[in-house]
């Protein structure tokens, strides 16, 4: 029988942080925190000898999270399992948190939040740029660009309002295998379980932004070290070419997992179901199994985009599947 979500064109498009340009243009600044906001903007943290600053682009509402993370699942099951972990459905949050890793030498910074423009347009979200700033790193700090995949919420950052890089010192790197699919004539977007219209969506952001990144993007082959302690490594599902990051430096090691937890409970305790978010849901499960097993068993330290703010935790075995261990909060 057919679960088929049945959303509107702004939640639809608000699932992956867009909102329609027809909701009208906005100002090219993000919006401050209002004053009732809690604003967990900076975070700093160390990686042996790299000083790492985690800053959060802001958080999505997930308006029907049982259509948004499972669904193929039953109702009753998916709820059971929030409640069994004190969620309610009415309060889920997608939060988009983005790393930069400054290593003495380099000023690396992993995806960029979804940035500013008419067709990404919402005061939520594109916080992560000025964050950094006042966190010490302006744009033309940036030496070293790494995109995980092209969907809105990692590569909209990327790009100004007018269309030209946002980080124009920037040596940018993005796996061979995503920059091919997003440029290719017909990306092949029918196995995901997203409306026809948000892949629709979704494709035309990445057609605008990719073209103009062209020539700036040195495309890598997945395990290639694309600056001195980060590696890339093809995690496929999310999108074809999904990347995860992994980050060392000295016996220190911190694992990027980008888009492979869109939440803290629901892909770990269950990583076989199938949120609408992912390209080939089938394999983005057999990603997620393999990366958590692996992240369980040598109880590496671990990095979430969308995991809560800041994202730094580890994974354990659970029963069932896994569970998410928050790194406490520390004061530098
Ligand atoms: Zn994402």
């Known amino acids: 029988m057919s679960n088929r979500p049945n959303f509107s064109r702004r939640e639809a498009l608000s699932l992956l942080g867009l909102t329609a340009a027809t ?19 900076i975070y700093r943290f160390r990686v042996g000898d790299f000083s790492a600053v985690a800053v959060s682009d802001g958080f999505l509402r997930i308006p029907e999270p049982h259509s948004f993370y499972a669904p193929q699942e039953s109702t009753e099951e998916f709820q059971a399992l929030l409640k069994d972990w004190y969620i309610s459905p009415d309060r889920v949050f997608l939060p988009f948190n983005v790393l930069l890793i400054d290593t003495g030498k380099e000023r690396v910074l992993i995806d960029a939040g979804s940035g500013n423009s008419s067709d990404r347009d919402d005061p939520a979200l594109g916080r992560a740029q000025p964050a950094f700033q006042s966190a010490g790193y302006g744009a033309e700090d940036i030496s070293v660009v790494f995109l995980s995949h092209g969907h809105p919420d990692h590569l909209g950052g990327l790009v100004t309002t007018d269309n030209k890089p946002t980080y124009p010192s920037a040596q940018h790197f993005v796996l061979k295998t995503e920059f091919d699919f997003w440029t290719s004539p017909d990306p092949d977007l029918s196995a995901g379980l997203a409306s026809t219209e948000l892949k629709k969506y979704v494709l035309g ?54 888009d492979l937890a869109h939440h803290q409970v629901v892909p770990l305790q269950k990583p076989a179901w199938k949120p609408t978010a992912d390209t080939n849901p089938e394999t983005a ?8 097993a692996q992240l369980a068993q040598d109880r590496t330290r671990v990095f979430g985009y969308h995991l809560p703010f800041p994202g730094i935790g580890h994974i354990r075995v659970s029963d069932p599947g896994y569970e998410w261990v928050p790194e406490p909060w520390t004061p530098a």
Not at 285 to 292: D, L, P, W
């Open 285 to 292: 499960a057999q990603s997620r199994q393999k990366v958590f």
């Open 23 to 41: 909701l009208g243009a906005r100002p090219a600044f993000a919006a401050p925190a209002k004053a009732e906001e809690n604003s967990p903007l």
């Open 205 to 258: 952001f990445a057609q605008k932004r990719f073209p103009v990144l062209k020539d700036r993007f040195v495309k890598i082959d997945d395990g290639t070290e694309f600056t001195p302690g980060f590696k890339a490594m093809l995690a496929p599902g999310h999108t074809p070419g999904h990347s995860i990051v992994d980050i060392q430096s000295g016996s220190e090691r911190l694992l990027h997992i980008v």
